[in-house]
């Protein structure tokens, strides 16, 4: 799974280690990578899911580790965010958030699914956002690329029915992680307080209960909302 160093792809890591899977762990930080896998049983696969080559690595590397050909589950949760209305933003940023938000899972998919789809069975959990369906004024870039990620979720849900690999995308509301230390509220006064926001934890339970559906289930979007 990627963007498992921190936040919400380290909780659903935990979780799903916690529950018996041996989990892949990816992220681009090393030594944040490997203290986390070290901590969970994990193990880390260092690697920048926006660049191809190293994406494209990735399954050699996967199947040097874990000795099996393809993961039984592939959880896209690496992440970037920030805040700047569209007159602000720059193209660097916008760049950023395309390249990790939706570069990344297609990069992913694309180097797993094919031997996932021969063999016919697993699942792959993308991390949407509520700003994927719900417009947001200073979310110009992040919006971008988490409703281009809900189209390619939709269009995967298509193309991959009747074919024993399921997929599911879950779009959470705003999540209490270490995010938001480096967001200035003042300049975003809108913004939830972190207590009333979701706990990653919650998140992971999602994740989680989507994969663990009995074979003939699908669930093909989870919206998470602070109650």
């Given amino acids: 799974m990627t963007g498992a160093s921190r936040g919400i792809g380290l909780a659903i890591a935990r979780r799903l280690a916690a529950s018996g899977v041996r989990v892949a762990m990816v992220a681009r930080g090393g030594a944040a990578l490997g203290e986390a896998a070290e901590r969970i049983g994990g193990v880390a696969l260092a690697a ?3 660049r191809r080559q190293q994406v494209e690595r990735l399954p050699s590397r996967f199947r040097s580790v874990m000795d099996t050909v393809s993961p039984d589950y592939i959880v896209n949760a690496a992440g970037a965010f920030s805040l700047a209305l569209l007159a602000e933003t720059t193209a660097d940023e916008f760049e950023r958030a395309i390249g990790v938000n939706l570069r990344g899972p297609f990069l992913v998919i694309r180097a797993f699914l094919p031997a996932m789809l021969e063999r016919g069975s697993g699942h792959i959990v993308t991390l949407g956002s509520i700003a ?4 947001m004024t200073s979310n110009g870039a992040y919006s971008a690329s988490k ?3 809900r189209g390619l979720h939709s269009v995967l849900d298509l193309e991959l029915k009747g074919t024993g690999v399921r997929s599911t ?3 959470p509301a705003a ?6 230390e480096a967001v200035d509220r003042d300049a975003n006064p809108g913004l939830p307080p972190r ?3 979701l706990d990653a934890d919650a998140v992971a339970d999602a994740v989680h209960f989507a994969i663990t559906r009995p074979a003939g289930t699908g669930i093909h979007a989870i919206a998470l909302e602070h109650a």
């Fill in 48 to 50: 920048d899911v926006s």
């Fill in 132 to 135: 994927g369906r719900q417009a």
């Fill in 147 to 149: 409703f281009g990620v």
């Fill in 169 to 171: 995308l879950v779009e």
């Fill in 175 to 180: 999540t209490d992680t270490s995010l938001w």
């Fill in 195 to 197: 207590a009333a926001m």
